[in-house]
């Protein structure tokens, strides 16, 4: 049996949508299971020579806890990842829904979206990003791992700036952030986040006022200078931008006749399309 998933970057919060709001990006990792194959693990592209091939890699560890106590057959898996790692761009919930989709594939289970969400976001720990993960477009995902799904404006043309040699785990993002916020940050928060749904639906012209944020973006910034230093030339150029997930990369939205500022060396400029849905799932 041969079973391919294909699963889209995804960015995560969005400005003020801290865990809740997501985005599908036309960038595709690959994974095909293939189990007349003899057994082994072979990565292509991004991370080809640092991930393990001894099994503990993120989609092999998705699963075995999406079936649980039953038993996979060897197989062998050939990974192509195309999301850079650790950047912001989803690439560790990419993995986690390549791993359940595979695994329900190959034991015959359920494996439509709403499933494998709902044991990805449980196993990865962030609905946000498996939520567009799973179904694609602009995502609202709530703490219960329920989600909406909306089609973005289709002047919504996403462009990721990614620091090529720098990189910020989730942790470490996370571990920056304050254990408390004022209530005025958080009201602010609450009516950016309202104004960010409707840029994104209707009037993506709103977007530069919508996406800014009092809850993650200014302490994951410090961490990373430099990007601070870039995001700051795209706001200057009244182009709207936020922090990619849990950084370092940026998204910004160009509008127009917009061009986003170059960023300069050490920087890769990704002018990425919403993708509308989300993994694809064939079996052969």
């Given at each position: 049996?041969?079973?391919?998933?294909?699963?889209?970057?995804?960015?995560?919060?969005?400005?003020?949508?801290?865990?809740?709001?997501?985005?599908?990006?036309?960038?595709?990792?690959?994974?095909?299971?293939?189990?007349?194959?003899?057994?082994?693990?072979?990565?292509?592209?991004?991370?080809?020579?640092?991930?393990?091939?001894?099994?503990?890699?993120?989609?092999?560890?998705?699963?075995?806890?999406?079936?649980g106590d039953r038993p996979l057959p060897s197989f062998h898996m050939r990974a192509t990842n195309r999301v850079p790692l650790a950047r912001g761009l989803g690439s560790s919930s990419a993995a986690v829904v390549a791993g359940v989709a595979a695994a329900l594939a190959l034991l015959g289970d359920d494996a439509s979206p709403q499933r494998v969400f709902a044991l990805a976001a449980e196993i990865e720990g962030h609905p946000d990003n498996a939520a567009p993960a799973c179904f694609g477009g602009f995502t609202i995902a709530m703490a219960d791992a329920t989600t909406s799904r909306l089609d973005p404006h289709p002047d919504i043309r996403p462009v990721a700036l990614v620091p090529r040699s720098l990189r910020l785990p989730t942790h470490e993002a996370r571990a920056a952030l304050p254990a408390l916020v004022p209530r005025a940050d958080a009201v602010f928060n609450v009516a950016h986040a309202a104004l960010a749904v409707q840029a994104f639906v209707r009037e993506p012209s709103m977007l530069a006022d919508a996406l800014h944020d009092r809850l993650h973006e200014e302490a994951r910034l410090d961490l990373v200078p430099g990007v601070r230093v870039v995001a700051d030339s795209v706001r200057a150029a009244g182009i709207a931008v936020c922090v990619s997930g849990a950084g370092p990369s940026l998204l910004a939205f160009p509008l127009d006749q917009q061009q986003v500022p170059d960023p300069g060396e050490g920087w890769l400029v990704l002018p990425l399309a919403v993708r509308a849905s989300g993994f694809e799932l064939d079996r052969s």
């Open positions: 049996m041969r079973v391919t998933v294909r699963v889209p970057a995804t960015s995560a919060n969005l400005g003020p949508g801290f865990d809740c709001f997501g985005l599908a990006l036309e960038l595709c990792n690959e994974v095909i299971i293939d189990t007349d194959a003899e057994a082994g693990v072979e990565w292509i592209g991004e991370g080809a020579d640092e991930l393990s091939t001894d099994g503990a890699d993120l989609i092999q560890q998705a699963m075995r806890r999406a079936i």
